[in-house]
């Protein structure tokens, strides 16, 4: 069993930064790829970027390439993603999730634990 809890959510303008992290307890942290996705109100969860176990390895939505940045450190549990040049349309609950899988992981079904959320907002 693994516990998410993220952090660092809150209101921005547009241009702005935000850096969420994302807690995890449980079982050893390294063991799992870490995923962010999002979810506007009125739409699907969508998928924002994976980092694999190791830090090797990042993927990235293409609305936020160049903007945002997934990375981990395995000593404190934590995940991270730094949000630059934020839009009104980034505004939605950010999720942080973990899995087992290896190799790229994009799809809600393929993470087995996820967190509470936090919200992201983004004025224009």
């Known amino acids: 069993q693994v516990q998410l809890v993220e952090s660092g959510g809150g209101l921005v303008q547009a241009g702005g930064s935000l850096r969420l992290s994302c807690a995890a307890s449980?079982?050893?942290?390294?063991?799992?790829?870490m995923g962010w996705f999002r979810q506007a109100p009125g739409k699907e969860r969508e998928f924002v970027a994976t980092?694999?176990?190791?830090?090797?390895?990042?993927y990235y939505t293409d609305s936020v390439k160049g903007r945002f940045t997934i990375s981990r450190d395995n000593a404190k549990n934590t995940v991270y993603l730094q949000m630059n040049s934020l839009k009104p349309e980034d505004t939605a609950v950010y999720y942080c999730?973990?899995?087992?899988?290896?190799?790229?992981?994009?799809?809600?079904?393929?993470?087995?634990?996820w967190g509470q959320g936090t919200q992201v907002t983004v004025s224009s």
């Open positions: 449980g079982r050893t942290f390294s063991s799992y790829a």
């Open positions: 999730a973990a899995t087992p899988l290896v190799g790229k992981a994009t799809l809600s079904s393929e993470y087995a634990y």
């Open positions: 980092i694999s176990r190791s830090d090797i390895n990042t």
